[in-house]
DNA sequence: CTGTGTCTCGCGGTTTTCGGACATGGCGGC
DNA sequence: GCCGCCATGTCCGAAAACCGCGAGACACAG
């Protein structure tokens, strides 16, 4: 319908502690997508309501990137920090995806927190909506988003993974700063 | 919402007979719009749907445009034909725009045959909404078509312009071919 | 009386669905 | 003849459904 001609993303696999991954980028090395293969099609989705039409092709992300991910899930958890990421999106998501990167390594905030965070304190569910619709998984980091009581509630690629990211940050920085700020239940 | 960087086209005003026009041409020289001025809100729309946003600016079409235009009032119904015109729209609406060029001046179809011509003989009102959604009038000329029963129904840019159409090309070719086909109202 | 669990309800952005309008014409009934 | 009905593609606006929430109400156990 759109007849503006498809974007041309390179589409890399990598192979992390918790599965394989595909990451996206564009011509100027900033990530479009990052999420599990098992999830394929939910990023195929999010990236054709994006952009329209799509074009991937398979090939090797720049360095700079892949080596920023292997040191994250190495332990090094600021190396995802400067990644330049492009999404589309509404206003509103990208405020919301925006602010997450702003949630250190090994914490956690609420999903109110958050909202309160974009100024909207009341859009709270429509906060999750946002989280879910996530396209960078990971790296703009919607699993260090809680329920209220500290309950994981959700989380795309799997709650199995989103346990294990957080488990990874916390076991780095320190099992708590006294705050109560990033707790979570293990189990 | 769309990422893709505006599309260029130049944007020429023409006087013709029937009042001035507006001429939307590309860097190829193939004609994306063509309306009358008092219309031009309904183009800008039709362009902004189909190009997403789009960059105007004004300046003067390929003089083989604007001599077969000059040509086409002046009295050469044919010098039209040749012209490249690209569209975006849905396939059905570029299967019934495609089928009005085949058309000739100073013939009539009624909306019946042109979607016979197209294959879709049930679509008829259908036809008629892509006729009404035709962003390049006149060269693509849905001004031939009229009702079963010969009157003219409806033009985008009023049905004083249609009459006057069809009135400039039926004198140049003869009052009537014995067909039948061609007939229409004057009044 | 405190803590914990379940339930209900309001919240707000996004997506999906639905219905209506329209540049018609052929058919069946009166 | 005149009237009413329906098929057909597309866009648009309205309405509803969907949720990765959270606060408050209540029941119950220690």
């Known amino acids: ?23 996206v980028t564009d011509a100027d090395g900033a990530v479009r997508a990052f999420d599990f293969t098992d999830y394929e099609a939910r990023m195929m989705t999010l990236l054709a309501r994006h952009y329209g039409r799509v074009q991937l092709t398979p090939g090797r992300a720049p360095e700079a990137v ?15 920090d400067g990644l330049a990421v492009k999404t589309g999106g509404t206003d509103f998501q990208r405020a919301v995806w925006a602010a997450l990167r702003t949630i250190p390594a090994g914490r956690t905030w609420s ?23 996530n396209p960078i998984g990971v790296i703009v980091p919607c699993h260090r988003v809680v329920g209220a009581n500290g309950t994981l509630t959700g989380y795309a690629g799997g709650l199995e993974r989103k346990r294990w990211l957080l488990a990874h940050e916390a076991s780095q920085v320190g099992p708590d700063d006294g705050t109560g700020q990033g707790a979570f239940a293990l189990d």
């Open 1 to 23: 319908m759109k007849k503006t001609q498809p974007e041309a993303f390179t589409l890399d696999r990598i192979v992390t502690p918790v599965g394989e991954v595909l990451l």
């Open 66 to 80: 892949r080596n920023a991910i292997a040191a994250y899930f190495g332990g090094e958890l600021t190396a995802l």
């Open 111 to 133: 999903y109110g927190q958050l909202a309160q965070a974009i100024g909207k304190p009341a859009a709270v569910r429509a906060v999750g909506l946002a989280n879910g619709a």
